[in-house]
């Protein structure tokens, strides 16, 4: 609740509320506006006007009016019911021709991608995105400065969430937030309650909710059904004082060597640095390319770092990691992710890569092969033997043995004498001179040399074992070491601190038991193999 709360964390946007209130129109049915926050949904046609609630209800002539005026900004609206964001959404086009989109919980993931979509974009796009409740839900639009608040939602944590998908991380404006409200209504005490009990609109608090929760008869009976300006404000005082209280209970119980610790302090900022590189480096981007093409992934570029993916008709398996039957858009690019939802942000943990790389790693595909060398300087028919090895544990991934021992390659490459010339010859050095052979003649190779293949994997077994027992050995000093410094430091802070709990110092201990179990039981196997012939031809 409060550990790196916003206080301690830079980088967040100013808010700023304005409200409007709005005259009560002459043609809502009587006593229409203390129905609740929504007259839009009790709103009855006059059988002499036929008038409908968009055509009279003054907050939909406002916000027309503030589109035209501020036509060159995007604007997010956000409304409690889909109805009334379709029915809005209507009215701004019928209007005024004004450029809008809707985004409501009645519309598929497709759908709901392609509306925000076109609000993100830059040209020909829509000004106005209007949601229902769903959009204060998951999405981001920090590029959108402004926020229309149609209605108030119906406690402050959900407000909360709407304002959310402005002020964030990202946001380069102070975020301008709207309330049209009809004067006298549910909606106008509730912006004035909000407002001055808890100053939920430009501050984020977080002992709102529990202050709300321990009203919620009182707020129910005052806000919604009473037009009593001095039993409003008293409601207000009173949690106002709750809420200051609660606030400086929080701040007395924050711990803040905690605080200062979890901050990452340098080692944060080389976190932060290293980031920058990854999403800097093209090497990802040129994996999936490949990735794609070699699966039979169909791919139409967007724009340099956008992709638009779908099913091809002849992929090469029946159902290609993370990838949506009805197709996806993929990008390289951190920023044009974060400000365009409907772009799925491809980086090395993105369930796509990670899927191609399990896909790679665990099938037979591409695990033996055999290849002609071109070398002059080779006899012809002098063969090698390329092998990987591979050591896995099956650690349950709560003890973070990945850390110490991740699956971890042992490549040889051995000549006719059984020599593993892995040292002298690099990995990948050889591949351009490789040629690949057709099934028939590998066929024949394989055929021909199987005995002296054989007896090669038998000297690989028996040499693959010392390599593999000094990676383990290495591994396993690293994590006592690492583990044992951290459950010294608890034991001696349990010495002066009695908030540490013995089942802390046992957690760690059979930690550590369990991990050193775990290290000694890894396993090696062969993972790859590739017989290389010379041919000097």
């Known amino acids: 609740m409060f550990r790196n709360s916003r206080q301690g964390i830079k980088g967040f946007p100013e808010r700023k509320v304005t409200s409007y209130p709005l005259p009560r129109p002459e043609l809502f049915a009587p006593g229409i506006e203390l129905l609740g926050m929504h007259p839009e949904l009790r709103h009855k046609p006059n059988s002499e006007s036929l008038s409908t609630w968009s055509q009279v209800d003054p907050r939909v002539k406002w916000l027309c009016e503030f589109l035209i005026a501020n036509k060159d900004e995007k604007v997010l609206v956000i409304c409690a019911h889909a109805n009334t964001a379709m029915q809005l959404d209507d009215a701004l086009f019928e209007q005024e021709g004004l450029r809008s989109t809707v985004f409501h919980e009645g519309m598929t993931i497709v759908e709901r991608d392609k509306a925000a979509a076109y609000f993100a974009d830059e040209e020909k796009s829509a000004q106005a995105l209007v949601c229902s409740e769903i959009g204060s839900e998951g999405r981001n639009f920090q590029f959108a400065h402004h926020l229309v608040l149609f209605d108030l939602p119906a406690n402050p944590d959900l407000l909360e969430q709407r304002i959310g998908r402005l002020d964030r991380i990202g946001q380069t404006e102070t975020v301008k937030i709207h309330v049209p409200y009809i004067e006298g209504s549910a909606a106008e005490n509730l912006f004035k309650f909000y407002h001055n009990a808890f100053n939920a609109f430009e501050q984020t608090s977080t002992t709102a909710r529990v202050v709300f929760e321990q009203n919620l008869n009182a707020i129910q009976q005052t806000v919604l059904n009473s037009q009593d300006d001095e039993v409003l404000q008293d409601l207000i005082n009173q949690c106002e004082v709750a809420n200051q209280a609660l606030k400086l209970e929080v701040e007395q119980g924050r711990d803040r060597l905690l605080e200062i610790n979890s901050s990452g302090g340098e080692r944060a900022t080389e976190i932060c640095e290293t980031i920058d590189e990854i999403d800097d480096s093209t090497e990802l981007m040129s994996f999936m390319t490949q990735i794609w093409d070699h699966f039979g992934v169909n791919t139409e570029e967007k724009s340099a770092y956008s992709f638009i993916l779908k099913p091809g008709e002849h992929m090469m398996t029946e159902h290609f990691p993370a990838l949506q039957n009805d197709g996806m858009t993929v990008c390289f690019e951190r920023d044009t992710a974060l400000s365009q939802e409907d772009q799925h942000f491809l980086s090395w943990e993105h369930p796509m890569t990670t899927g191609v790389l399990d896909m790679l790693t665990s099938s037979d595909l591409g695990n033996t092969s055999v290849c002609l060398l071109k070398n002059k300087k080779l006899p ?158």
């Open 380 to 537: 012809a028919g002098t063969y090698f033997l390329e092998l990987n090895f591979l050591i896995t544990t099956n650690a349950p991934r709560n003890l973070q043995l990945h850390r110490y021992l991740p699956n971890t390659p042992v490549r040889m490459m051995l000549d006719k004498n059984g020599n593993d010339l892995a040292p002298k010859v690099k990995q990948g050095s050889m591949d351009a001179s490789l040629k690949n052979v057709k099934k028939t003649m590998a066929t024949q190779l394989i055929g021909a040399l199987k005995p002296e293949v054989i007896k090669l994997l038998e000297i690989a077994n028996s040499n693959v074992q010392p390599q593999v027992d000094s990676i383990v050995k290495a591994a396993k000093e690293k994590l006592i070491a690492d583990r044992q410094s951290e459950l010294d430091r608890m034991r001696a802070l349990q010495a002066i601190n009695p908030s540490i709990r013995d089942e802390e110092i046992e957690f760690l201990e059979l930690q550590l038991e369990h991990s050193v179990a775990e290290i000694d039981s890894a396993q090696v196997q062969l993972d790859a193999i590739r017989l290389l012939v010379a041919d000097n031809s």
